[in-house]
T-cell receptor, first 111, second 117 residues
């Protein structure tokens, strides 16, 4: 979706390394969601951010929302092979509450 | 937590036949459900918004006569791919949010892998 740009498109990191995935919206954000997916499977909800400056963490994954920049980042600390998959950011841009998605980031973690 | 169940998880059908995919919210009511399609190595693309008791809203480029959506109750939406062709082969995922709690996460079904031969 051009409304939501995600970078990088793919990422290969060595186990134990930190990494960051970015998601930038061209429209005002009402909510920003991060999901993890393995292609052909459902989405695993990671985090939802709604307020500027909001930061949430779950295990080794932290997500932040910069409302002014209409941008969110997902940071994984000390990556593990279990973190491998496709990370998708989804945004709600209007009251219709439908989610539009970024292009996804394919993460591979090398043991 | 809230669960969205999608059925079937995979289906193979012959070209020209129709396939119905069900999406159920198991423990909450959803006035609105969303249908997405995902091609290999691509992100999710919204196809349509399913509204309980009224017509679905389709995204630009999605044929409403080909992808029939019915949202007959607050817990069930169906997507029927009519006269399926090989190019309709894809991964279809539905999503729902609890109507009474709009500022919550969107829950997704497990997805349906459709292969048209």
């Amino acid at each position: 979706s051009q409304e939501l740009e995600q970078s990088p498109q793919s990422l290969i990191v060595q186990e134990g390394k930190n990494l960051t995935i970015n998601c930038t919206s061209s429209k005002t954000l009402y909510g920003l969601y991060w999901y993890k997916q393995k292609y052909g499977e459902g989405l695993i909800f990671l985090m939802m951010l709604q307020k500027g400056g909001e930061e949430k963490s779950h295990e080794k994954i932290t997500a932040k929302l910069d409302e002014k920049k209409q941008q969110s980042s997902l940071h994984i600390t000390a990556s593990q092979p279990s973190h491998a998959g496709i990370y998708l950011c989804g945004a709600v841009h209007n009251a219709g509450n439908m989610l539009t998605f970024g292009g996804g980031t394919r993460l591979m973690v090398k043991p | 937590g809230a669960v969205v169940s999608q059925h079937p998880s995979w289906v193979i059908c012959k070209s020209g036949t129709s396939v119905k995919i069900e999406c159920r919210s198991l423990d909450f009511q959803a006035t609105t459900m969303f249908w997405y399609r995902q091609f290999p190595k691509q992100s999710l693309m919204l196809m349509a918004t399913s509204n309980e008791g009224s017509k679905a809203t389709y995204e630009q480029g999605v044929e409403k006569d080909k992808f029939l959506i019915n949202h007959a109750s607050l817990t069930l939406s169906t997507l029927t791919v009519t006269s399926a062709h090989p190019e309709d082969s894809s991964f279809y995922i539905c999503s729902a949010r609890e109507t009474a709690r709009m500022n919550t996460e969107a829950f997704f079904g497990q997805g349906t892998r459709l292969t048209v031969v």
